[in-house]
């Protein structure tokens, strides 16, 4: 394996991924490699996760799948495995996608519009199957309802929110950012409104402020609701 690469992730838990162009693959393949630049697993994969808690997600590439169909990307095609840092497979069952993990569970989608809660073995561990959910930050999960509004349950499959909303963010920082008759405001982990006021528009949170919009003028809070510049 060489040092130098056309791409590199960041390292976690240890380990990286790393891109090297390959004229047989059209997105070339990503190597796993320790912090010494030593290749852990022979072979690549067509796009990877990064591991959290010795598991990642990976997308076999062509060459690796029994089936003849089309090529890059694999999207409608479940071509996605769990594997741990040896390469060894640890799930029977391919997805078509399969979020990071967040603790032991990730989401993973089986066929096209269906998702489900995973663990590190692959098998599902949610009770219901789902449309478009969101990711999974501060043990909060964004999910679709079949009324076409949006709300949030954690990773036990409870419903939190109060009100359907019409917009929602995925959480940040401890706060859900959401959008209802017009109005955008902030949330905590138990569907409570936080701030005493609602806004015309609103961002999540990052780096510990959020940008709002209201009566056309914008400006940033912090987390007590307070106008930081």
């Excluded at 852990?40 to 997600?57: C, M, T």
């Excluded at 709300?151 to 939190?160: A, G, L, Q």
């Excluded at 929602?168 to 955008?184: H, I, M, Q, R, T």
């Excluded at 961002?203 to 987390?223: L, Q, R, S, T």
Aim: glycine letters at 8%.
């Amino acid at each position: 394996m060489p040092y130098w690469f056309d791409y590199a992730c960041s390292f976690s838990d240890s380990v990286a991924w790393v891109l090297v162009n390959n004229k047989s693959f059209q997105r070339g393949l990503f190597y796993l490699i320790d912090k010494n630049g030593n290749q852990l697993i022979p072979h690549g994969f067509g796009s990877v996760n990064s591991f959290v808690s010795e598991v990642a997600a990976v997308e076999l590439p062509k060459s690796y799948l029994n089936s003849e169909t089309g090529s890059f990307p694999f999207r409608y095609y479940p071509s996605e495995i769990l594997i741990d840092k040896q390469g060894n497979i640890l799930t029977k069952q391919k997805f078509l996608y399969v979020t990071e993990f967040v603790g032991d569970i990730a989401i993973a989608s089986f066929e096209k519009g269906k998702q489900i809660f995973i663990n590190k073995k692959g098998n599902q561990v949610s009770k219901n199957t789902y449309d478009g959910l969101g990711y999974i930050r501060d043990g909060i999960c964004r999910v679709s309802l079949d009324n076409g509004k949006f709300s949030y349950m954690d990773i036990k499959e409870n419903i939190i929110s109060t009100i359907d909303y019409d917009f929602a963010n995925n959480f940040s920082e401890g706060l859900g950012c959401d959008e209802s008759n017009g109005k955008a405001f902030f949330i905590d982990c138990n569907g409570k409104e936080v701030f005493s006021e609602a806004f015309d528009e609103a961002c999540p949170f990052n780096e510990g402020v959020a940008k709002v919009e209201k009566n056309g003028k914008a400006f940033f809070i912090d987390h007590n609701g307070e106008k930081v510049f």
